[in-house]
């Protein structure tokens, strides 16, 4: 009988490694992705990261409040949200926009001819 599987609920493996700690870990390799982008683009991009962060972790404080949860902006969790938001999300509007295709394709602007309407993209 002794040698019977415990079922237990997760975590199974356990260690001193706290969240807040991982998110820590986390910040610091994202450190120099963060630093590059800055050099590279510029201190725009400085701005566009601070203000990510800020409302990633509004956003998290106000969730909490609404849901009546303990506070957890002390584990960094949102920091790291908000970092990643920004390394992702393009510094300028893309190319691609529709009122771009508009402007580039006479097919597509409201003022083309009858001629342009039937042709297909």
């Known amino acids: ?3 019977m599987l415990n079922v237990s ?3 199974h493996l356990r260690s001193s490694h706290t969240t807040g700690r991982e998110m820590y870990n986390v910040i610091l390799s994202l450190l120099p992705a963060t ?3 800055v050099f ?3 201190l725009y991009t400085l701005l566009v990261i601070l203000c990510s962060i800020a409302s990633c ?5 106000v969730f909490n ?3 009546h949860r303990k ?3 002390t584990d960094c969790s949102a920091v790291v949200t908000g970092i990643l938001l920004a390394l992702v999300i ?3 509007p893309s190319r691609c926009t529709p009122r771009s295709w508009a402007a580039s394709s006479p097919s597509w602007s409201p003022s083309a001819s009858s001629a342009d309407s039937d042709r297909t993209l």
């Open 71 to 73: 506070n957890s902006l």
């Open 65 to 67: 409040m609404i849901t």
């Open 1 to 3: 009988m002794s040698n």
């Open 57 to 61: 972790m509004a956003t998290e404080f």
């Open 9 to 11: 609920s997760s975590p």
């Open 90 to 92: 393009p510094l300028r």
């Open 35 to 37: 630093i590059f982008a």
């Open 40 to 42: 590279h683009f510029g």
